[in-house]
């Protein structure tokens, strides 16, 4: 019916600048129909047990007419890479790159960010994340690349945070990697509903997120003065004797393993 429609309005228009225009929409609707659909499906039967004649069936199409869209299960792979992790990488960057906000609006933006991403299309990350050792070489290429570039983009704000004062001296990757395991894992427990929407729990994250790395209240200096400085050291080293004494207090006494 999608195809019948397009093809009348291509028929009456003759070609006229207005039906292209009009047709652009309509088509990056039908694609993002396909992409979902063919989630769906990867998620359900696997890539594997999807064909191509499956995504054609449930969005409605004939198989011909899909090809118009996609020649391959490979390149709704890439579609989908596209939409989950370099879609979050690209909306990470403009949130790193804002002037208006301290290190700590930095983090809680962008952890709110993800979460929302992963909570409103949860089958995209959820279908990459179980295909993942099985993508084809170029796609998994641009999978692994996007991943990096949303851990880094994480890590240049609590770099950012650590260097303000305004975060305790942390293994910055660790942290980044520990925030969006936080981020990632709402794909799979998160179920959104008109009672549950995901706007809450995203907030809930964030907070979590900024609490795991920023400085107690009240023991950071207003100006970098050099009694300032010694107050920072003393309150890192107060943290690390905390590290080292739960550690020791997990081993036990010397000898017991």
């Not at 990470?92 to 979460?115: F, I, S, Y």
């Not at 570039?149 to 303000?164: C, D, F, K, Q, Y």
């Not at 979590?208 to 107050?231: C, F, I, K, S, W």
């Amino acid at each position: 019916m999608v195809t019948a429609e397009g093809s009348g309005a291509r028929g009456r228009s003759g070609g006229r600048p207005e039906s292209r225009r009009g047709a652009a929409p309509r088509r990056k609707l039908l694609m993002s129909e396909i992409v979902d659909q063919a989630m769906r499906l990867f998620a359900e039967r696997g890539y594997d047990g999807t064909t191509l004649q499956d995504v054609a069936d449930a969005v409605g199409l004939s198989r011909p007419n899909l090809y118009n869209y996609v020649k391959s299960k490979e390149e709704l792979l890439v579609a989908m890479v596209e939409a989950t992790a370099q879609s979050a990488a690209n909306s990470l960057r403009e949130v790193r790159q804002r002037t208006d906000l301290d290190p700590a609006g930095k983090l809680r933006l962008l952890v709110r960010t993800l979460v929302l991403q992963r909570a409103e299309r949860p089958e995209q990350f959820r279908t990459l994340d179980r295909s993942d050792q099985a993508l084809p070489p170029e796609i998994a290429k641009k999978h692994l690349e996007s991943r990096r570039a949303v851990l880094g983009e994480i890590m240049a704000v609590l770099e950012e945070g650590v260097t303000a004062g305004l975060f305790r001296p942390i293994d910055v990757r660790v942290t980044a990697l520990s925030i969006i395991g936080m981020g990632n894992w709402v794909a799979w427990w998160f179920h959104p509903s008109p009672a549950h929407p995901a706007e809450p729990v995203a907030d809930q994250i964030a907070d979590n997120a900024v609490a795991m790395v920023a400085r107690e209240p009240g023991r950071t200096p207003d100006t970098p003065t050099p009694l300032g400085a010694v107050a920072l050291l003393q309150q890192d080293l107060d943290y690390l004797t905390r590290l080292l004494t739960a550690e020791e207090g997990r081993r036990g006494p010397a000898g017991e393993g």
